[in-house]
């Protein structure tokens, strides 16, 4: 499982991996995340002047990450960490991803209309329509003659009866 955000003045990405993702949300807003097993993280730290201070890259078993809005708060790595923080020029630029990551931002769902795009509801309010047509049609009443219900009383061999 993976929490990627880009990094909001460079080039680069912000990634969290780990086996197990349990999140804690509040008004439709992730707060909190445990990142359980296996844990992975390459994230740019900045300072309050937004310079990048260095890139943090590290492994541990579990990882705690509060959030303000969209932003990480807080991280803390918790059991068998190991890792440093490098400055950008020792990093090389091959080790700054993740095995496994790949960046799919224009695919990324922002709004209910990302999975249920207007032409869809469209096309799905006309299906909707022509079957409840179709309904319409098949649940009109049908005229049966009494010669039709009374045909096996009147007819008792396997032939069809012809008039």
Excluded: C
Excluded at 45 to 56: F, S, V
Excluded at 96 to 109: M, T
Excluded at 110 to 123: A, G, V, Y
């Amino acid at each position: 499982m993976f929490l990627v955000s880009k990094d909001s003045l460079g080039t680069g990405y912000n990634q969290v991996k780990g086996q197990n993702l349990f999140g804690k949300f509040k008004d439709n807003k992730l707060y909190e995340a445990d990142i359980i097993k296996n844990t992975e993280v390459i994230y740019y730290l900045r300072n309050d002047a937004h310079e990048l201070i260095g890139i943090n890259k590290n492994v541990s078993s579990k990882i705690n990450l509060t959030l303000d809005g969209n932003t990480i708060d807080t991280m803390t790595f918790f059991t068998s960490v190991d890792g440093d923080i490098y400055p950008e020029k020792d990093l090389p630029e091959n080790a700054r991803k993740l095995r496994g990551f790949v960046w799919r931002g224009d695919e990324r769902i922002r709004t209910k209309d990302d999975i249920f795009p207007p032409e869809e509801n469209e096309l799905n309010d006309k299906i909707i329509k022509a079957s409840k047509a179709e309904m319409e049609k098949e649940n009109v009443p049908m005229k049966i003659r009494k010669e039709t219900l009374d045909y096996d009383k009147n007819n008792p061999s396997d032939k069809p009866m012809i008039k």
